[in-house]
């Protein structure tokens, strides 16, 4: 299974970024995790195949998670960014019974510059 995720950059705080993520496969539930330097990984949003989503209380109003089953893909579109936000993101995906799930991507930075 491969998880291909892009769309990470160098953005001015207040800015917006869209990140996308494509897999192999069909996969269930399908989200954005991030690691800042020093952190550990945490949740950023997930969406299951049917449309259930789930939010970090810190993104929530600001990113928005969505996902194109028939391409089996999933986007995260990121607003109102701080630099809070400055993370490697990542991209994981699993079935239902393992959350996160046991697929990641190779990561992609985001900036945040203030």
């Known amino acids: 299974v491969q998880l291909q995720a892009s769309g990470g950059g160098l953005v001015q705080a207040g800015g917006s970024l869209r990140l996308s993520c494509a897999a192999s496969i069909d996969i269930y539930r399908m989200g954005w995790y991030r690691q800042a330097p020093g952190q550990q990984r945490g949740l950023v949003a997930t969406?299951?195949?049917?449309?259930?989503?789930n939010y970090a209380d810190s993104v929530k109003g600001r990113f928005t998670i969505s996902r194109d089953n028939a391409k089996n893909t999933v986007y995260l579109q990121m607003n109102s960014l701080s630099a809070e936000d400055t993370a490697v993101y990542y991209c994981?995906?699993?079935?239902?019974?393992?959350?996160?799930?046991?697929?990641w991507g190779q990561g992609t930075q985001v900036t945040v510059s203030s």
């Open positions: 969406v299951t195949r049917g449309g259930l989503i």
């Open positions: 994981n995906g699993g079935p239902p019974w393992r959350n996160p799930g046991d697929y």
